[in-house]
């Protein structure tokens, strides 16, 4: 059972930056990474990192977010820049095993989501 808590949310003006953490509480070596979601909606895929080194963004937010891990700390960061009002949801951090058969990821676990607010 893997335990991941994010941090990091928080309010701020279009155009500026925050940092989201994720800690895990066991070393997670396959897949991780951020999904978003706002209220009445389905939830996005923001930024997948696999046990490769190979990440996945989101149309959205190519060129402006940076997901990265530390993988000696079990921490997983979104780096977010230029924020958009449409950025503007609850951000969840995720993890889980590379499927044998597809070789994909399975995101199995789910920490309890931080809010970000950009403002106009």
């Known amino acids: 059972q893997v335990q991941l808590v994010e941090s990091g949310g928080g309010s701020v003006q279009a155009g500026g930056s925050l940092r989201l953490s994720c800690a895990a509480s066991?070393?997670?070596?396959?897949?991780m990474g951020w999904f978003r979601q706002a209220p009445g909606k389905g939830r996005e895929s923001v930024a997948t990192?696999?046990?490769?080194?190979?990440?996945n963004y989101a149309d959205s937010v190519k060129g402006r977010f940076t997901i990265s891990k530390d993988n000696a700390k079990n921490i997983l960061y979104l780096q977010m820049n230029s924020l958009k009002p449409e950025d503007t949801d609850v951000y969840y951090c995720a993890a889980g095993p590379v499927l044998s058969v597809s070789g994909n990821c399975f995101f199995a676990y789910w920490g309890q989501g931080t809010q970000v607010t950009v403002s106009s």
């Open positions: 066991t070393y997670t070596n396959d897949c």
């Open positions: 990192i696999d046990r490769d080194g190979n990440i």
